[in-house]
């Protein structure tokens, strides 16, 4: 990306390490600080999950947010273009959902450490990632350096896809139940939208 030169009115010429406004500077901390609490909760959980599976999905995510994090850490301490790009994360699995309730206990905080377990475990993952996009999302918005505003902006879709796969496996295992709508409800909801038509120029008078 080519870098130019950004001025504060106060002090002069800013450098590109300086190249960050007062709004973002705090949300970037707050991403910066979500991400190592991320991975410290993965690093927790990871000594009691049970399922390989579980436990494949915990690691290859960990380790994709370990990179993410140091790139993301780069470009916000120099203000330009990380040593290496951000990447995709791409998720194992197929993208089946059983849709469907059937009936199951009902859920309540755990009383004892000794309780935890994959379901307990997949959920706590679940929520991180949500909460990291929402983060980055807010974030972004704020960012004024284009450099950390992109690689935030490349985090999103992999935040999305890994609280995709996380959802994907706790539905397999009967941990996530998917409700739907009647069929009638949800042919009646999509057709009551229509196409936009397509104006090769917003009407309105021209200045002269």
């Known amino acids: 990306m080519q ?17 960050h406004g007062g709004h973002e ?10 991400s190592i609490n991320t991975m410290n909760t993965y690093t ?10 579980l436990r494949d999905i915990l690691q290859r995510q960990k380790q994709f947010m370990t990179d993410e994090y140091n790139i993301t850490l780069e470009c916000f301490k120099t203000g330009q273009d990380p040593s ?12 089946d959902f059983t849709y469907g309730m059937k009936p199951s206990q009902p859920k309540k905080p ?7 377990c994959d379901q307990t475990i997949s959920l706590s993952m679940l929520n991180a990632v949500k909460s990291g996009a929402v983060m980055k999302t807010t974030a972004a918005m704020e960012t004024t350096n284009p450099v950390v505003r992109r690689v935030l902006a490349d985090s999103l879709p992999n935040c999305i896809e890994m609280a995709y796969e996380i959802s994907i ?5 009967g941990f996530y139940q998917v409700p739907q709508l009647a069929q009638q409800d949800m042919q009646q909801m999509q057709n009551g939208y229509a196409p936009a ?8 008078n021209l200045p002269h």
């Open 3 to 19: 870098l130019q030169n950004h001025q504060n009115i106060e002090t002069g010429t800013v450098p590109p390490q300086l190249n």
């Open 25 to 34: 500077m705090f949300d970037v901390h707050e991403v910066l600080a979500g």
């Open 44 to 53: 927790l959980l990871s000594q009691h999950v049970k399922d390989p599976e």
């Open 84 to 95: 290496k790009p951000t990447q995709s994360y791409k998720m194992n699995q197929g993208n």
């Open 110 to 116: 755990m009383q004892s450490a000794s309780e935890i």
């Open 169 to 173: 496996y706790q539905n397999k295992n």
């Open 197 to 204: 038509p397509l104006q090769p120029q917003i009407p309105g």
